[in-house]
């Protein structure tokens, strides 16, 4: 089965509204507006197959599909960040501090 490839954008803002649970507030938090907002989420509810929110009046609740994605996709940003993190320390020491790895050649 063939791995979707789901932006950074996309799970975090889909971790920012399972954690608030309310689209307006999620969009706030991200410093976006409501449409959009919704708009991402759909696109990777898409590209996952299934719902990730269930969307009643007043209410935004996370299905099965994205109480299990949630971990993982915390899991994804966090590794992600570590790794900038890494890389950048790593440039910062300078050419040969990291060992095995080798400078890339300019262009």
Do not use: N, Y
Request: charged share 20%; proline share 8%; glycine share 8%.
């Amino acid at each position: 089965m063939e791995r979707p490839e789901l932006p950074r954008r996309q799970l975090h803002a889909f971790v920012v509204v399972a954690e608030e649970l309310h689209f307006g507030h999620a969009a706030a938090r991200l410093g976006i507006t409501q449409p959009p907002l919704s708009q991402q989420i759909r696109r990777l509810e898409d590209k996952v197959g299934h719902a990730l929110f269930s969307r009643e009046p007043g209410r935004v609740t996370l299905t099965p599909a994205g109480q299990e994605l949630l971990p993982a996709a915390r899991r994804a940003l966090t590794d992600l960040a570590d790794g900038l993190t890494a890389a950048r320390a790593s440039a910062a020491a300078g050419p040969g501090a990291c060992g095995s790895a080798s400078p890339r050649s300019s262009r």
